[in-house]
């Protein structure tokens, strides 16, 4: 089945570093990818919708200039994290769709990322 | 993604069946009712989805209502390692969208 790795699983960070948060769709091309964020004992929140080689698509309250999207290839997209404070500790979970092997199968799901568990001192 | 509503939290022991209810009152005629968990510490993870039969997999089995209002993810035995929050979304068949997450059922198996 479709699998989406993510590197690197767990970082920690001083206030004020840039943190970067790799994406790979690994047996399949992905022209989207989807970032998620979720805090401890909270649900998932969409961060931006990354489109390969346009820009990314935010969600309303989330700041592009912080949380940088780079979608180079069909089969890696990048979360950078600059300026990173406390506040920015959190989970980070990307997805995407297998559109050929969901298609087939008659069933639109997302694979996601095992997650990057970031925490910023 | 119209709205869900699940209970917040459900307990179950080992090896019995559970029963994970979700309403979507408001579901459209397209919209699948797809289930998804996340393990603790884990992205999560697809577990089945159906329209208006009843659906079986190696996971789980999905009991749709006739109406369609109202779904059950059905884990006919639960182990320890079906410890999870579930997820029930409403979803159409095409379109590369992204999930809307509600807040879940968190399940807990008390050996």
């Known amino acids: 089945g479709a699998v989406v790795s993510q590197h690197p699983s767990r970082v920690i960070c001083k206030s004020g570093t840039s943190v970067k948060i790799e994406c790979r769709s690994l047996?399949?091309?992905?022209?989207?990818m989807f970032w998620y964020r979720q805090f401890p004992k909270q649900s998932l929140m969409l961060m931006a919708t990354?489109?390969?080689?346009?820009?990314?698509?935010?969600e309303q309250g989330v700041e592009k200039d912080k949380f940088l999207i780079n979608h180079a290839s069909l089969t890696l997209s990048t979360l950078t994290v600059t300026s990173a404070h406390p506040e920015d500790s959190s989970f980070y979970i990307c997805?995407?769709?297998?559109?050929?092997?969901?298609?087939?199968?008659?069933?639109?799901?997302?694979?996601f990322g095992a997650g990057s568990r970031l925490t910023v001192l | 993604d119209a709205k869900t509503t699940q209970p917040n939290s459900m307990e179950s022991n080992e090896e019995e069946p559970v029963h994970l209810p979700c309403n979507h009152s408001?579901?459209?005629?397209?919209?699948?009712i797809h289930w998804y968990r996340q393990l603790p510490s884990q992205g999560p993870e697809y577990v089945i989805h159906?329209?208006?039969s009843n659906v079986n997999n190696r996971m789980a089995s999905l009991a749709i209502a006739e109406d369609r209002k109202s779904s059950t993810l059905i884990l006919h035995r639960a182990t320890l390692r079906d410890a999870a929050v579930y997820y029930c979304?409403?979803?159409?068949?095409?379109?590369?969208?992204?999930?809307?997450f509600g807040k879940g059922t968190r399940l807990s198996v008390i050996a």
């Open positions: 997805s995407a769709r297998d559109y050929p092997t969901s298609t087939s199968s008659g069933a639109n799901v997302l694979t």
């Open positions: 047996d399949f091309q992905a022209t989207t």
């Open positions: 990354s489109n390969e080689g346009s820009k990314a698509t935010y």
């Open positions: 408001t579901i459209s005629g397209t919209d699948y």
């Open positions: 159906g329209l208006t």
């Open positions: 979304i409403l979803r159409p068949n095409s379109g590369n969208t992204p999930l809307v």
